[in-house]
């Protein structure tokens, strides 16, 4: 079974840009979970979608945003870039909601660096 | 407000022995946790779990242990061979999975 695929893998931009990442789970996974990595940080948590609808959400500002596909494929935008939206963005598949099941699997990340 | 701490951001082991890697949570809500393995340019994959309802969880050389009163969680690995040389979070989960900032382990041959 292919694992969690997220295109690009690299990706720079400069401040005020906007940017999509896209990401493509397991077959017949349907949850998609959106993460932020950044040094010292750990992993935050963005946003959860399931069935199409964003089901759970953390404290990122409305600049970030994503949604998901009748496929499971989901896609997470950033408008308006700024220098802090540095990071790796890794996306995270499971059979289910977070909560039923117990374990995500993770895409290898976007590194986006804005300048 | 970080839920869940890893207070040591690198550890050096020498191979054979036993790494100790430390996780400290403040939300007695927690009702499972994990560990995952982070190489660099891979996204991090998983390890380990432990129910909230259990203390000790075992795979192979890797062994996860919870102590609910302290609020405390450590993953060991005996022995320790250098390709554990990696990134390990630690995460909590309610409705969402809290992680940790990560432990930086290096295995010396």
């Known amino acids: 079974k292919a694992g969690v695929t997220q295109t690009p893998r690299y990706l720079i931009k400069t401040r005020g840009q906007q940017v999509t990442l896209s990401c493509s789970p397991i077959s017949g996974h349907r949850s998609v979970s959106w993460y932020q990595q950044t040094p010292g940080q750990g992993l935050q948590f963005l946003f959860e979608?399931?069935?199409?609808?964003?089901?759970n959400k953390g404290n990122f500002p409305g600049r970030f945003s994503g949604r998901q596909f009748s496929n499971s494929r989901s896609e997470m935008n950033v408008s308006t870039l700024e220098l802090g939206d540095s990071a790796l963005y890794l996306c995270?598949?499971?059979?289910?909601?977070?909560?039923?099941?117990?374990?995500?699997?993770f895409g290898p990340g976007t590194r986006l660096t804005v300048l | 407000d970080q839920q869940v701490k890893q207070n040591s951001p690198s550890l050096s082991v020498q191979e054979g022995r036993i790494s100790i890697l430390n996780c400290d949570y403040t939300n007695s809500m927690f009702d499972y946790f994990l560990w995952y393995k982070k190489y660099p340019a891979e996204g991090p994959t998983f390890l380990i779990s432990i129910s909230s309802i259990k203390d000790k969880n075992e795979d192979g050389r890797f062994t996860v242990f919870l102590n609910k009163s302290a609020k405390h969680l450590s993953l060991h690995i005996v022995p320790s061979q250098p390709g554990d040389s990696a990134v390990y979070f630690c995460a909590a989960r309610t409705y969402k999975y809290i992680f940790g900032t990560g432990t930086r382990l290096k295995v010396l041959a």
């Open positions: 979608y399931f069935s199409e609808t964003q089901r």
């Open positions: 995270a598949s499971s059979p289910d909601l977070t909560g039923t099941y117990n374990e995500q699997f």
